[in-house]
Structure formats: structure tokens, C-alpha cells
């Protein structure tokens, strides 16, 4: 049974152009969640989704970020225009759902995202 | 005040000793808690997770948690070399959102 997917799993781009972070969840899955992870701030929720609608973006930085989910098996994260201090590694994690285990995530690989 | 705050570390233990990584969280609405393994340069794995006052254990895995006291713990036994990574206590107050700690380093002595 394939894990979370993310794409890509390096980038590096300069300062003032659009990035997009991509994310497969676990089949069956129905709750989806970005993270930013750096060494001063450790791991930050971004924003996450249940049943594809995004519920709480409270922890997206500013309006340079967008996050879309368009259907069960797909996420996106842009970042348009990007700056340096975006530099982080980004995750992407999909939770079951349920009662019976609540809230266990799973992590895809991440995205080492450098901004030159 | 931190939500979720862990000992940085690092914990150094020698091998085969019992690794005790603390946690210690604000909200008292908290009702899930997990404890994750996070190699370097790796995602973190969900490796325990506790939902009741008390002891569960996995393995060489013991997550206790004390909700009266706000704190959660994980115990190693037997730790290995291969045990060394950052641990993340992280908790969910309900609904979908989960806060994280910011690790606790953990190193094992061969």
C-alpha cells in the first residue's frame, strides 16, 4: 500500500517565482494537512482539509500562500511569489479519519524547498 | 507559553539503558497524544499513540499519560543505536488540528 506522495522532492528556484508543492494522501484517507518545518520554528501546520474542504488556514503565513485540494487523491501548496526566508522543508500528511484512532497522521517524504 | 513543549535535548543514554523523553501540553481540552520518531533528514513516523490516563505499551514502547498533570511521557527500553532521532510529542484537542512539540534529540551510546 503506497504512503503519502509528494512531489517534487527537491526544489530550488530564486526569489519571486511561484512554487508548487504537490501531495497525493493515502488512499481512503479523508483528512489532508500541510506543514513547514525549519530549524528555528520546528513544525508548523499550515492548513488542512476534511473531505477536500479546507478547515482551518489560520497557519498559512501570508497571502503569498494558496493550498487547494480539487478532489480526494490530490493537494496542491503554491507559493507565488516565493522569498528566501520560505526556504523550509515541506510536508504533507493524510489522517484515516474515525473514532477509533483519532488524529494518528502519516507523513509523505517532504520537499526540501530552497529559495535562492 | 508554548502549547506542547519537550526537553530539546540532547538525551544521551547508553546502550540498553531506558530513555525517558517528557512532554508537557496547555490546552486540558487535549484528548489524543502521539509520539513520533523523526530521523534526520526524514519525515516523522507515528510510533505511539495514546488516548486515556495510564500506561500503553508496544514493544520496547511505553507512552504514559497523565492528563490531570498535563503530561505525557515516552519510556525506551533496551534503546539501540538505531533508536537515535528526535522525538515529537504532538497533541489534538479535538477536531483535526494537532500541535506539535519541538523535539527532543535523542542519542544512544553504542
Known amino acids: 500500500d503506497a504512503g503519502v506522495i509528494q512531489s517534487p522532492r527537491h526544489e530550488v528556484t530564486e526569489m519571486g517565482q511561484e512554487v508548487t508543492l504537490r501531495c497525493k494522501p493515502i488512499?481512503?484517507?479523508?483528512?489532508l494537512f500541510w506543514y513547514r518545518q525549519t530549524m528555528m520554528r520546528g513544525l508548523e501546520l499550515l492548513i488542512y482539509f476534511n473531505n477536500n474542504v479546507p478547515i482551518d488556514d489560520s497557519g498559512m503565513p501570508e497571502d503569498r500562500f494558496s493550498a487547494k485540494m480539487p478532489n480526494a487523491s490530490f493537494s496542491t501548496l503554491k507559493i507565488q511569489p516565493s522569498e528566501p526566508r520560505d526556504s523550509a522543508v515541506y510536508f504533507c500528511?493524510?489522517?484515516?479519519?474515525?473514532?477509533?484512532?483519532?488524529?494518528?497522521?502519516?507523513f509523505g517524504p517532504g520537499t526540501r524547498l530552497t529559495v535562492l | 507559553q508554548k502549547e506542547v513543549e519537550q526537553n530539546s535535548g540532547p538525551l544521551s543514554v547508553p546502550e540498553g539503558a531506558i530513555a525517558s523523553l517528557n512532554c508537557t501540553y496547555s490546552?486540558?481540552?487535549?484528548?489524543?497524544f502521539f509520539w513520533y520518531r523523526q530521523y534526520s533528514g526524514k519525515s516523522p513516523e507515528l510510533i505511539m499513540s495514546?488516548?486515556?490516563?495510564g500506561d500503553k505499551e508496544d514493544g520496547r514502547f511505553t507512552a504514559q499519560l497523565n492528563k490531570a498533570s498535563q503530561y505525557v511521557s515516552l519510556l525506551i527500553r533496551d534503546s539501540q543505536p538505531s533508536d537515535s532521532a528526535t522525538y515529537l510529542c504532538?497533541?489534538?484537542?479535538?477536531?483535526?488540528?494537532?500541535?506539535f512539540g519541538a523535539g527532543t534529540r535523542l542519542f544512544v551510546k553504542a
Open positions: 500528511a493524510s489522517d484515516p479519519g474515525g473514532t477509533v484512532r483519532l488524529g494518528e497522521q502519516f
Open positions: 504532538a497533541v489534538a484537542a479535538g477536531g483535526f488540528k494537532t500541535i
Open positions: 490546552d486540558r481540552v487535549s484528548q489524543s
Open positions: 488512499s481512503g484517507h479523508n483528512s
Open positions: 495514546i488516548y486515556s490516563n
